[in-house]
């Protein structure tokens, strides 16, 4: 904090001026001066440093926050595209994953298909043989009577 401008010689002369004794406006502005020199008072050119001060904290502060929010923006940017990039892979496993799935399961219906033709034949097969049995049995006894 810088003092108060303070001219005891000036003072001294306008006490004396005013009627005052040399040796009483000595005492007075003494202790005039000793009273600026002891009170801690800010002056507008202190105020203006400070506030320049102030300032120049203020934008060394905006500019770290800034830093910050561009930092933590590619970071996040980053994460977003690495996930991206996870969840893509995951799609392609998955769709390869779902399209053997479905080459598995084709073959298994063939195969199917191939048991029931297999089985249809073999019944068919059968069934002719009782048929023609039966037809025989029929004419066995038509031929006895």
Do not use: C, W, Y
Request: charged share 30%.
């Amino acid at each position: 904090m810088g003092q108060v401008a303070f001219d005891t010689q000036e003072f001294v002369e306008t006490l004396e001026n005013a009627g005052l004794p040399k040796e009483q406006a000595k005492a007075i502005s003494i202790a005039v001066r000793k009273s600026h020199e002891v009170a801690d008072v800010a002056t507008k050119r202190d105020l203006e440093d400070v506030r320049k001060d102030m300032a120049a904290r203020f934008e060394k502060n905006e500019a770290q926050i800034a830093d910050v929010r561009k930092d933590l923006s590619a970071e996040m940017n980053l994460r977003f595209e690495k996930t991206d990039a996870q969840i893509a892979d995951v799609r392609k496993d998955l769709s390869a994953e779902i399209s053997n799935v479905r080459k598995d399961l084709s073959s298994d219906i063939a195969l199917v298909r191939k048991d029931v033709e297999a089985l249809t034949n073999s019944l068919l097969i059968k069934l002719s043989a009782v048929m023609l049995g039966i037809v025989s049995a029929a004419t066995a006894i038509l031929k006895f009577f």
